[in-house]
């Protein structure tokens, strides 16, 4: 069975109650793995059977914070190499972290493409609507260490507290585009600009770490980490829009 | 006379003591973590008072956006006959319930650049209200009009219609007995609805992040302004909270002093 | 004027049916309560409306159960009610001024009159006084200057002296008795009220009865 604990800033309620019983292997992981979480954990439950997933969601401030704070967990995704840092600062982390997958931004087009974006400068129009993730959220730090490096300055509507947020406002045609990850443009099946320009995007990426949590890994937590780095995680991460290391 | 003594029964004591407790104790715990030394450098930073300048603008529309919008409702549906007065009622009461992220949802299928009234006002005014001031504003007013009508009519319906006959009687029209009488008359829940009406747009987060986004200067409220920097720097968000927190006892404080029955 | 009603009205428990002239002069209506006097009133005023039926007052059709109905505030009416109803926010000159600045008089020459119409309810040096700070007979004093400031050619009395104290009441009568509207109407369960009006409206066993006085 698969519970997905969906958690804002209400560390505080979910840690009081998220506390599963002791045989199943509780996953804390960023907003952006998700979906393709979902889908590894059914896998994983398939191939076997007595493995009881929890996963909790959590915007990566969100995962530190309850990390911080002792809730109980075996395995943390972050979305970033920072968010890792902190969580290995934070004492709890006992193995090095590995990378099991990269995200790059895309520049997402609302349906029909009604603001004419057809090149990666068209996001510095002021005349458009343009959405972007808040700087201290990982797709925010990212876009705009993308947009410095083409020499250009973003300056968006909005900055959207997460990448998910930003995606749905682009889906629903709210922002006329937005630098988003691939892997939520795909999963929205939102139209993306494809020119020598944006293509430079994909030279900056966020990696996507795994920690095992706390003195004595499972047995069950380990199996979970195999099945995600072995080949049926690499493709389903694949399948998802995530680059592999 | 003295009161005879009344032994109070510990089943109603015990959970009336934990249901304070529960109340109390976020703020017990907010206080004590409150970087007190450094509060009035990171609550005069420049990014704060950006954020305490669009507040200030938004909240103070919206609390006059309801006081325009809101007297009209509240007399409407204390004094008017409607049909389906219990789902009006609903309608009107449904904002403090319902999770006001759902209701910033609500707003972009309505207002957004391709919600229902929104692509009209796209079109035809050239208007768009999401990631704007005046969105949330809207947002702001939304959250908060319900706690102004519902004020002010339960005030119009103790109130009565007596003083109304009498203006009319002495020549009034409907509408400067509204302003005349029935206004002056209910004045001070007037007060009252505009004080918990600007401290509920005041605190407003979620609406607004959905329906107004968040760009400093522009949308970014002192709520958002908190959620913003509780991801990158936390003793800030604690100084801002522990100035909402102010604000928002000093308004509750007021209301009991003046307005609500003791 | 003459006020003429043909209609019925429901009441909660009766439906009350009316066929009353009322003719220029002092009426009195006169009956236990409870049994419709106050109701007579009121769609006189214009605060009810029949359900069947007209209401003329003078030759004007104000009320005819369907089409048309005159609001109250543009009927010539006014009327004291047996609480005094005075707006608590306003000065007692205020709220004799009310009257004629809703006529758009404006605030100087309201303002005069009014003072008048305080000073024969013998009440002009109260005129800056708010209703709270009045006694139950200046209230009601006050409202007698509200209701004959706009010089109404109908006034209509609800009760006037029923909550006021013994020591008030001859006086305030007196200011009634010698109120200049053409047609007086006045509602009282007390037959001391209306000793000298000059014809009767009396509310008995469902029945309305109507006796001009000899």
Known sequence: MIKTGLIGAAVLVASACGSADSSSVIVLAASSTSDVLDEISQAAETTNPSLDLELVIAGSPSLIAQLESGVDADVLITADEATMDRAVASGRVNEAPVVIATNSLVVALAPGNPGDVTDLVDLTDPTLLIGACAVDVPCGALAIAAMDAAGLSLEPD???????????????????????YRTDAAALELETVNTPSTQRLDEHTNRYFLALIGESPTSQARSLVDLILTATGRRILSDDGFGLP | MSKAPVRHPAALVAPAGLALLLLALPIVGLLQRAPWSSLIDRLTDETVLEAVRVSAVVSSSAAILCLILGLPLAWLLARVDLPGQRIVRAVVMLPMVLPPVVGGTALLFALGRRGLVGQWLDRWFDVTLPFTTAGAIIAATFVALPFFVTTVEGALRQNGTDLEEAAATAGATPLATFIHVTVPAARESVGAGLAL???????????????????????????LQTFVALESDPASALAISVLLLSISLGVLVALRGSWLPR | MTIRIDGTVSRDSFTLDLDVDIDVGRTAVIGPNGAGKTTLLRLIAGLEALERGTIHIGHRLVDDAGSVFVAAHERSTAVVFQDHRLFPQLRAIDNVSFPLRRQGIDRATAADRATVALQEVGMDEFAARRPSQLSGGQRQRVAIARALVAEPEVLLLDEPLASIDDESRSGIRHLLMAAPSPTVVWVSHDPADTLDAESLVSFADDRVRQTPRP
């Open chain 1, 158 to 180: 909005t900055e959207e507290l997460s990448v998910r947020a930003l995606a749905s406002k682009i889906q629903l045609g709210e922002i006329d585009a937005g630098l988003i």
């Open chain 2, 197 to 223: 009406a600007w401290a509920r747009a005041l605190g407003e987060f979620g609406a607004t992040i959905t329906f107004a986004g968040n760009l400093g200067g522009r949308t970014r409220t002192l709520p």
